[in-house]
């Protein structure tokens, strides 16, 4: 049976490594969107000068759904660094079987 230190350096070993890959691929993914974004809006604009104010528009929309993805995956990394919740079921879980073997051993 392993101590409880160990249990909960190992899932916040684990939780740090996935905020890593959320923080990583989300500013991946939101650098790669925006050069197609950009990309996509400058052919636009240099074929029909006429709907740049149109394509402009639409160009801000889908900027902020962009940014709301990464910010989405900010603040499920900050909810596992600050308030990991698998801590905590660790933690409960560790309680019960540790309650069920001394109850057990009387």
């Known amino acids: 049976m392993m101590d409880l230190a160990s249990l909960i350096a190992e899932v916040s070993s684990a939780s ?3 905020v890593g890959l959320l923080i990583g691929l989300g ?3 939101t650098a790669i969107g925006f050069g197609l974004l950009g990309g996509r809006f400058l052919q636009g604009a240099s074929r029909q000068p006429e709907m ?4 402009q528009i639409k160009l801000f929309i889908v900027a902020g759904l962009l940014d709301a993805v ?4 900010v603040a499920i990394a900050l909810i596992l660094i600050f308030a990991n ?3 905590a079921k660790v933690q409960s879980a560790y309680q019960q079987e540790t309650a069920v073997s001394t109850s057990s051993a009387k």
Request: charged share 0%; hydrophobic share 65%; no cysteine.
């Open 85 to 87: 919740p698998f801590v």
């Open 27 to 29: 500013a991946l993914g």
């Open 16 to 18: 740090a490594i996935g």
């Open 52 to 55: 740049i104010p149109t394509l």
């Open 70 to 73: 990464t910010m989405i995956a």
